[in-house]
Structure formats: C-alpha cells, structure tokens
C-alpha cells in the first residue's frame, strides 16, 4: 500500500511515524515544499516548543479551541493530551508544565522535538522529498495522481493533506468545501494616546468584550505602544478572528478592568473605600489591583483631578469612575503579528470529513489533519495538540483502512 503525505510538519511527520508503525509495509512518503521538514515546529514557543497542555484551566473545549471543538472533543478519545504527553515521554523527551497548563520540552529547547521525529522518520525508513511543493492532485480510479513542481509525479493509493494554515490552490478541482482562511492570534493596535503612554503595564486580571458581540475573554493584558497584548487580547482575538477580519480590524472594545465584576460591586467598592480613606489623595490610595500609572489615568479619564481626596469625590465623580472601571471604551484600529505567532483559522470545512477517520466524505482514500482543517486555538500548547491528535488519528484510520499486511 502506498500512502502520501503532503506537508512534512507537526501533523504531517506525526502521522507519517504512527502510521509506519501501526502499518510497517506502507510505502510512506511525505511531500515538503520546504527545505526541511518541521521548520515551523522548529521556532514554535519562541524556540521552546510548548507542545501540549494539561487542559487543565479548561472546562469546555470551546474555550481553547473557538472552531473545532466538538471534533477534538471526539478525538481525544483516541489520541488526545494524556497520549501526547506520554508518546513524546516514551521516546526520551522529558517534559515539564509551566504557567497556565503550558507543556514544554525540559531541555526548553524545540530543536529536541523535530530531532525526535526527524530521527524516527530515518529509522523507520519513510521516504520524504523536500523542496516538493505539490500543486495539482487528481483521483484516478480509487487512486489520487499526485504533480509537483519539482516534477514529481506520484500515483498513489492514499492521500493525506497536512498542509498546514493558508490557502491550498491544489484542492479547488476536488470542489471542497473551503472556509476562507483569516489570521488568527494578534494583538490590537489602539489608538488612545493616554493608554499607550502607559507601555509595559500587566494588568493581572481584566475582561475584554467587543460591544453588540458575545465575544469576551479574560486574563492578563499587556499594555504595548501600539494598544494591547497579553493573554486576554490574544484570546479575544481567536474567538473573534473572522468577525474582526470583516470589519477590517476596526472595533469598539470595552475593557472591564476589574475583570468580571459587575458595576455595582465595582461602586460599592470604591464607596467603602472611600468611607475608610477618606482624607486619602485619590490618585494614591485606591482599591483595585491596578498599577498606580493606570489608575492615575483611569482617575483623569474619569473626571477626577490628582489633587482630590476621596472624601471630595461626591456620587457623580465616583459614578463616573464606577463606570471608567467597569465599562472603559476603546476602538480597535488594526491588528499586528504576536511575536510572529501567527495561525489562520479557516481551511477545510468539518462538513467535509468523517469526524471518526478525518477521511474526505467526497473521495474516499483522501485524509486532512492540522490546520488545513478548519480547527485552530488559544495559544498555549493546543495548536500543536490539535496537529499531533488529527496526525495520528489519521495514521489509525489509514492502517485501519488496508490492516497490517498489505
Ligand atoms: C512562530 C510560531 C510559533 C508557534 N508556537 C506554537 C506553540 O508554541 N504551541 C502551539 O501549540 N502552536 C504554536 N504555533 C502554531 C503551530 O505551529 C501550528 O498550529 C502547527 O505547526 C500546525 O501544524 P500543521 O502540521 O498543520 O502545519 P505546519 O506545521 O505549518 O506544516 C505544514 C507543512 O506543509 C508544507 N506545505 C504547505 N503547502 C504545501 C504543498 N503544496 N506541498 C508540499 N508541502 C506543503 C509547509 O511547508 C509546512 O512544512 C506557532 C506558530 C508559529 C507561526
């Protein structure tokens, strides 16, 4: 039986090793339009990997996974982030969990991974050709006729495509249903000068909404001298990845800078604060766990001069900085790269796979895992997991498919 891989990263060279030893008389070959495989495994994490998470901080997938989730949810059972974790464990790879559920190699070192699976690719004698770019794929009988640009003709009796984010033009004769690919995982440029002179603050815990949308998220921000970074821009910018891209990354955005509480804990807050200090400077005492930069603009933006004490807010200044706290308006106005992490959300519409094998409903024999699917995440390791799980369900449905001895 031979089968061909295109693309030779995360899930690519994943499925590529189970499937030869699930199968080990499969003829494998993996295609590659790179110089090398893995390259981008190679700088995930900032060169650290963060290959997998506990899930632990996790209770619905959707949280971590905004399109996709009830198609992880199902493979999971077979292969999910316990089986991740112990695979790359099994062969040598000590791993350690950091903040949030994040898993990384010990050795802090992504290199360790694509070594890993590069190595095994040899040992197990799986042929892949780099420098391969494929741009025609056609059924031929139950075959799929494979061409690419470095004149590679392949006929082969499976097909996988791991591809990867982005477009893929050498699916449009198979008339796929394709959701349009979008950037996900940026941070937002915002325009308010008195927030962006404020650089470098972490606001431990705020939520983020965009107004006239369901789309919220929390956690950590990151003031930058663009507009916002962190956890909680990245994961609002996941959940609203395509409704952003329609509006041309222009927005309204409400920050709640005392996370979830809502505005009449945030005004009986502030009032006994004031009943306890009040002959205390506003602009030096006050009761959030803001940084004192912040809160000293969030006090001018309110109304509130720096030379008042809380004594002298009376209902109307202390209402209006309730309402700065809870509710503080913004505009989105573009987005930039995070650290060059960049995933698209978009690819191959679910409605076309089969969610137990992830073979193509439309031509049998045809196989799709990683972000050529339309499945992407949160960051913090569960991009990755989504890559090594369809990987290897794919290499379970192949060597299912034709069984041991063929
Ligand atoms: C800078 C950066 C850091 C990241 N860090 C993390 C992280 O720490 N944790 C995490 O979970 N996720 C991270 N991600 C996301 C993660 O890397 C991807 O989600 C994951 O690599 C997807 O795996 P994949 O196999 O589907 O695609 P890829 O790893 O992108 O592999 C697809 C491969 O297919 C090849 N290809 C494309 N078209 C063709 C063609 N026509 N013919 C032949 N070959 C082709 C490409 O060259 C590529 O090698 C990061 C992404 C980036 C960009």
Known sequence: MRVTIIGGGAAGCFAAVNLKRMAPQTDITVLEAGRKILAKVAITGGGRCNLTNTFEGISDLKEAYPRGDKLMRRLFNTFGPRETRSWFEKEGVRLVTMDEGCIFPASQDAMQIVRTLSNLMTRLGITVKTGCRVHEIRKEGSRFRIISNDGSDILTDQAAVMTGGGSSPFLSPLALGIVPPVPSLFTFNIGDEG????????????????????????????ITDWGISGPATLKLSSFAARYLNEMDYRSPLLIRWLGDMDLEDVRDLLESFRTEHARKLVSSAHPAQLPGRLWEYLIEKSGIREDKRWAETGTKGLNRLAETLFADPYRIEGRCAFKEEFVTCG????????????????????????????????????????????????????????????
């Open 195 to 222: 927030l962006r002179k404020r650089m470098g603050l972490v606001v431990p815990v705020v939520s983020l909404g965009i107004p006239g949308t369901n789309f919220r998220s929390h956690g950590t921000l990151l």
């Open 347 to 406: 690819g191959v519409a679910l409605s076309e796979i089969s969610y137990k094998t992830l073979e193509c409903k439309k031509h049998p024999g045809l196989f799709f895992a990683g972000e050529a699917l339309d499945i992407d995440a949160i960051t913090g390791g569960f991009n990755l997991q989504a890559a090594w799980t369809t990987g290897y369900v794919v290499a379970k449905s192949l060597s299912e498919s034709y069984g041991d001895g063929d």
